[in-house]
C-alpha cells in the first residue's frame, strides 16, 4: 500500500543501510515514523510494545530477529535463547509461534555457517509469502462483497463494520480484513466502512482509519458500541474482522469487543466473517475458550489515552480517576457458532473442522 504516493510495507530490509526497518505504528495517525531494528532487544521491545501489531507482522518481525541474531550468534544455544525471549513477548498470537518454530525448524539441522543466510532468506521468504496471501484473501472476500452488492440498489454502499485494525499495516502488506475492501473498491464496487474506535489502544481510530482515508474509501468512525445500534437499524451488510488464533474447529481469537460484534450480528441476522491468513490456524487447539491463552496487559492503556493535543504535541493523557485500578484483557473468543464463514487464502469456508479441513487437508491431518 501506499503512503503519500510512495508504496511501503509495515517491513521490509533496506539493502542499502542493511538493516531491518519497520513502520513505527505507536505515532500514528498524526506521525509517520520509520525505525530500524538492529538488536534482539530491539524486535522484542518493538514486538512487546506494539511498535508493530497484528499477528502475521508479528510473525514476520519474529522471522527477521532470528535472521539478524544469527549474524552475530549462529550457536544452538543463541537460536534457543532467541526462540524463547521473542516468544514471551505476545502470547496470544499464533503467528509468532509459528514462526519461530520454523525458523528453528530449518536452521537446527544447518551447520552454524550457513544459518544466517539461511534465515535470513526464510524471513524474506515468511513476508513475500505473507503479501500473496493476504492478496488471496481480498480476493476471495471480494466474491462475498459482490454478492451482497447485486441485491442493493444501483449505486447504493455495501455498509461493512470492521472492529481493530487488521488492514496493511497489521501484515507486511494489503492486511486480512481490510484485502477485501480494497479489492471491492479497486473493482469499482460501492463501500462504506464503519470503522470501530477500539479502545483501549485505538487501532480503530487510529490505524484503520488513517489506512481507508489513504486509500479513498469511505468511511465513518463510530465508537465500540454503536454497533449493535447499527444493525438494529438495517446499517450494517456484513461484519469483517481479523483474527489473532483461530481454532481448528473455527473458534476465533481476536481484539477484545469481537465477542460483542458477533453476538449482535447474530441477534440481527448480519453475516459475520472473519479473514485469516492460515499461519494464524492453530491444528493444536480445538476449544478456544479453555485453551488460548488471553494476555493481560498493562492497565495503563486503559487509564491513559494517547492523542494529538491542540498545540500539536502528541501525547499520553489520563482519563481515569488517580489510583483506579483497572483490568486489561487483550482478546476475547468469538465461538465458531457465531461465524458466518473463514475468508482464507484458499477461499471461503464454514467456521468448523470440517471447513477448514476441507480448505487445509495437509493441516488438518
Known sequence: ??????????????????????????????????????????????????????????????????????KRDPSDSNLDAAWEELHATRPTAINLRWALDGMRALLRPLPEAERAA???????EICDDDVEINRNIGLHG???????????????????????????????????ATSPMYHAHEAGIAIHVWVDETRPRNQGAQ????????????????????GGHLMQRGQVDMVIVGTDRTTARGDVCNKIGTYLKALAAHDN????????????????????????????????????????????????????????????PAFDVTPARLVTGLITERGVCRASSEGLAALFPECAA
Not at 36 to 49: E, N
Not at 316 to 322: D, G, K, R
Request: glycine residues 8%; contains cysteine; hydrophobic residues 45%.
Open 1 to 70: 500500500m501506499k503512503v503519500g504516493r510512495k508504496h511501503y510495507r509495515s517491513i521490509w530490509f533496506d539493502t542499502e543501510t542493511r538493516r531491518v526497518r519497520i513502520i513505527d505504528q505507536r505515532w500514528l495517525p498524526h506521525e509517520f515514523r520509520i525505525a530500524d531494528l538492529v538488536t534482539r532487544s530491539d524486535f522484542v521491545t518493538a514486538i512487546a510494545d506494539m511498535w508493530v501489531r497484528g499477528a502475521p507482522l508479528i510473525g514476520a518481525t519474529a522471522a527477521h530477529a532470528i535472521a539478524e541474531d544469527m
Open 118 to 124: 539461511a534465515a535470513h532468506r526464510r524471513a524474506l
Open 142 to 176: 471480494l466474491e462475498t462483497i459482490r454478492r451482497i452488492a447485486s441485491r442493493k440498489k444501483p449505486g447504493e454502499a455495501v455498509n461493512i463494520l470492521t472492529h481493530c485494525n487488521a488492514g496493511w499495516i497489521a501484515t507486511v502488506d494489503w492486511g486480512t
Open 207 to 226: 490505524l484503520t482509519a488513517w489506512e481507508l482515508g489513504a486509500h479513498g474509501i469511505p468511511h465513518r468512525l463510530v465508537v465500540d458500541n454503536a
Open 269 to 328: 441476522g448480519v453475516p459475520f466473517y472473519v479473514a485469516l491468513p492460515s499461519p494464524t490456524i492453530d491444528w493444536s487447539v480445538h476449544d478456544g475458550i479453555a485453551e488460548i491463552p488471553i494476555e493481560e496487559r498493562h492497565e495503563r492503556e486503559v487509564t491513559h489515552v494517547q492523542g494529538r493535543l491542540d498545540d500539536g504535541r502528541i501525547a499520553a493523557v489520563q482519563i481515569s480517576p488517580e489510583g483506579t485500578e483497572a483490568g486489561n
